[in-house]
């Protein structure tokens, strides 16, 4: 069975940091591109960014770019995302996902085979 287990979420001030941490049980775990989601309340699963199996080319969502960097360490079997200049509009539950998919990382839910449970987010004005 599949885990991939989110952590460091929680409550911040806007202009705030967070950095959010995902480990994962895939074996080998370097075979699998990972993404991070997020989903605000009454709204769609809307992606975050993206990182290659090698972690070598990453994709990001425009309205995170310069702010949210996507890392991973296959050593340890781990993805973080940094999150800086945290606004209000950034609340939401982030997910964790990994996708056996080669080539162009992709930025849909359905593209992705495995999730974790979520960690809220929560930025304050």
């Known amino acids: 069975q599949v885990h991939l287990v989110e952590s460091g979420g929680g409550l911040v001030q806007a202009g705030g940091s967070l950095r959010l941490s995902c480990a994962a049980s895939?074996?080998?775990?370097?075979?699998?591109?990972m993404g991070w989601f997020r989903q605000a309340p009454g709204k769609g699963r809307e992606f975050v960014v993206s990182?290659?199996?090698?972690?070598?080319?990453?994709r990001t969502m425009d309205s995170v770019k310069g702010r949210f960097t996507v890392s991973r360490d296959n050593a340890k079997n781990t993805v973080s995302l940094q999150m800086n200049i945290l606004r209000p509009e950034d609340t939401a539950v982030y997910y964790c996902a990994a996708t056996e998919r080669r080539g162009f990382l992709p930025i849909t839910p359905r593209e992705y085979n495995y999730w974790g449970q979520g960690t809220q987010v929560t930025v304050s004005s």
């Open positions: 990182i290659s199996a090698s972690g070598d080319s990453t």
């Open positions: 895939l074996r080998p775990f370097s075979r699998y591109a």
